[in-house]
């Protein structure tokens, strides 16, 4: 979606992308990880109607792929139940920029799109004004809010909110979809757009959700191999790989601290093979700052609260570093059991029902 200014504004500037969507349309007109045939999770339809939205919306954009829009209708009506269906999982913030794009459509381009117009009013009502409108001012939040640009619009005080959270390489939270919309929306400066370029360049089969993910899939790997006993067959690959980790652990790498799961990963991983870390590190998720000041915290991300919580049980190197990972191991352990809890019961009133 993001326009040529110097070629023309009626040219994408990443005309690549463009014919990657014509020529990677699965069969039953979606675009999306749900693909059984292709090997993937049939519960992730609510990611495939909002890929496959955001498609329609390119190819209507730059006025091509008729046959494709067609198509892609088709699989958007045989699947639309999809929206209602709790099971799903979806991406985070569906709820505002699914409907956004669905004004978008046919506001801008006069599109009858096979939903159910009653439905997506309210999601409207319910989801995304909600979110948009709340009484919370947490940088949280507002973290939030500047990750889902692309469904917000384009105001002054959102473009301005998102930029507050723009990192070193470029990139709006690391997420190409919320640095593509600031940089549509007006904020096309040579970082943001040297962010896009990248990611073009280190990706061949569509465009990540968050990019780079490239420290949080080696530790990702190495805790499997070590999880499964098998490390000792690894030990020349898992020590080159962590020496190039400790490295950016040093260097201050955002990609590291800047995430709890890939923060708290790192830090258990590299303590346990004998690398000189600090906790001090996790200052910075105390449990007030985790829920007021991340967008991990805000989104309740349970991955990330388990992994700071194996990371607290690291044994401690002195009295200070005890304060503050006993703190940690506390407030994770009584969190991830209220989980355990709400699973439980959830469980039940199936059984029940």
């Not at 699965?26 to 999770?41: E, K, P, Q, R």
């Not at 794009?101 to 409207?124: E, G, H, S």
Request: proline share 4%.
């Amino acid at each position: 979606m993001v326009p040529s200014p110097a070629v023309s504004p009626e040219k994408p500037i990443f005309p690549g992308c463009l014919t990657w969507i014509l020529e990677n349309q699965h069969d039953d007109g979606s675009w999306g990880l749900h693909s059984v045939h292709g090997g993937g999770d049939p519960t992730l339809m609510k990611d495939a109607l909002s890929s496959t939205l955001a498609c329609i919306l390119a190819l209507k954009r730059w006025g091509t792929g008729d046959n494709h829009v067609h198509s892609a209708l088709a699989f958007m009506e045989r699947n639309s139940g999809s929206l209602a269906d709790s099971s799903q999982q979806a991406p985070i913030g569906f709820d505002v920029v699914f409907p956004s794009m669905v004004q978008t459509l046919t506001r801008d381009f006069r599109l009858n799109l096979p939903l159910d117009a009653a439905q997506i009013d309210a999601m409207i009502r319910n989801n995304r004004d909600v979110a948009l409108t709340g009484v919370d001012r947490s940088n949280g939040r507002d973290a939030y809010l500047a990750y889902i640009l692309e469904g917000i619009g384009s105001s002054h005080q959102a473009r301005g909110n998102a930029m507050r959270f723009q990192r070193k390489n470029g990139s709006i939270l690391n997420s190409p979809s919320a640095t593509a919309a600031a940089v549509i929306h007006g904020h096309d400066d040579a970082l943001s757009l040297g962010y896009l370029r990248s990611v073009l360049r280190t990706t061949t089969a569509g465009i990540p959700a968050v990019h780079p993910l490239e420290i949080q899939a080696r530790l990702c790997l190495i805790d499997t191999v070590e999880s499964l006993g098998i490390d000792r067959h690894f030990r020349e690959e898992i020590e080159l790989a962590l020496d190039e980790i400790h490295r950016r652990w040093r260097q201050g790498e955002e990609e590291i601290f800047l995430d709890a799961t890939t923060c708290a990963m790192a830090f258990r991983m590299l303590r346990l093979n004998g690398y000189p870390v600090s906790s001090d590190v996790f200052d910075r998720f105390t449990e007030v700052r985790f829920w007021s000041d991340t967008l991990e915290g805000y989104l309740k991300d349970e991955r990330a609260v388990l992994e700071l919580h194996k990371a607290a049980r690291i044994t401690c190197l002195h009295d200070g570093e005890a304060s503050i990972l006993g703190r940690q191991q506390l407030w994770t352990a009584q969190f991830l059991k209220q989980l355990a809890l709400d699973h439980h019961h959830c469980r039940d009133n199936i059984y029940k029902i």
